[in-house]
């Protein structure tokens, strides 16, 4: 630890902590005094020697409100990752009280039949574990694992997350390769001779998701790689439950789904895959980590292991590069 983290691990408070992030987010005196159950003057000598312990202005003061300028907002994002941190122990501490081996914080797509899978997984090979499973949006998660709220964050590796800021600050694995799958609940189309194509489809009464979905982007890409335009769906619904239910509902529709989500409805039986040709590829899933752990929880490790087991090819590799990853240890 050097002098000047020295000075600050003395000097600053939890206290402080907390008024960084009240402040970012709330952008008042008053509105942080409302969280914090504390009076503006006390608020005000307490950025005060935040600032002082800095060494630098945090935030800007204006008729608006305090914005953070630069130095603030990175100073209030540690903050609120120490704070992340500290609320972590304080659950790992209550679960290996509470009897528990090891604790585990995952995020993850509302439908995935890998995660569940490994979870199965690592509870036998490391019994006594808990796993608290978050469930949203891969950028949502990434955020939440970057705030330190998550372990890791199993999820689509999009193009546009390889092309964001945050990437050099992700470890991700790949864990498992994605394609649409066509399921229904009746009898399978048959091509007037050879293989079933997308354009054999084009007049069927469609399930997809929504336009901003790289399912549905997929499978308008399915259709036009084959010079047709793509079908209208008679239904757009993005959420996995009510595909399900609708699926068994009515055997006359067919549904367009990432491999994961797939795997998940023939697990639950009542529908069947649909072969289509040419195979359509989704982006990779993968296991995300953050970079700056140096030293992982051994059960994160062990959850990755159990992803592998599980997981189809191809085994798991650095993004970006020919050789296959074999995940730290610490």
Not at 142 to 161: H, K, M, N, S
Not at 289 to 317: G, N, T
Request: proline share 8%.
């Amino acid at each position: 630890m050097d002098s000047r983290t020295d000075h600050l691990v003395r000097k600053l408070r939890l206290r402080h902590l907390e008024l960084l992030v009240a402040l970012s987010e709330t952008a008042t005196m008053r509105g942080a005094a409302a969280r914090l159950h504390l009076s503006q003057p006390a608020l005000s000598k307490m950025l005060g020697e935040i600032e002082a312990c800095f060494d630098a202005r945090l935030f800007e003061r204006s008729h608006q409100g305090m914005q953070p300028n630069a130095l603030g907002a990175s100073a209030a994002y540690r903050a609120r990752a120490v704070l992340h941190e500290l609320e972590r122990a304080t659950e790992e501490v209550a679960a290996l009280k509470s009897g528990a081996v090891a604790l585990l914080r995952v995020g993850a797509p509302s439908v995935t039949a890998a995660v569940p899978a490994a979870v199965a997984e690592l509870r036998r090979q490391v019994p006594g574990t808990v796993v608290q499973i978050r469930e949203g949006r891969v950028h949502e998660l990434i955020q939440r694992l970057l705030a330190g709220e998550l372990d890791c964050v199993f999820g689509a590796v999009t193009p546009e997350l390889l092309a964001a800021d945050i990437m050099p600050r992700l470890e991700p694995v790949l864990m498992l390769e994605d394609e649409l799958h066509v399921l229904t609940a009746g009898a399978p189309p048959r091509p007037d001779k050879g293989r079933l194509h997308w354009t054999d489809l084009r007049d069927a009464p469609w399930m997809v998701p929504p336009r901003d979905t790289l399912v549905r982007q997929a499978f308008m890409t399915a259709f036009l790689n084959e010079a047709a335009a793509p079908p209208t769906p008679v239904i757009e619904v993005m959420s996995s439950v009510t595909i399900g239910a609708l699926l068994r509902a009515d055997p006359t529709l067919l549904c367009a789904v990432r491999r994961e989500h797939a795997t998940d409805e023939l697990a639950r039986g009542g529908v069947h895959r649909v072969e289509v040709t040419p195979r359509v590829p989704l982006p990779s899933f993968g296991l995300f980590m953050r970079q700056e752990d140096l030293q992982r929880p051994p059960v994160v490790l062990a959850f990755a292991e159990a992803l592998r087991r599980v997981a189809r090819p191809p085994r798991p590799q650095r993004l970006g590069a020919r050789k296959t990853l074999e995940v730290r240890r610490t």
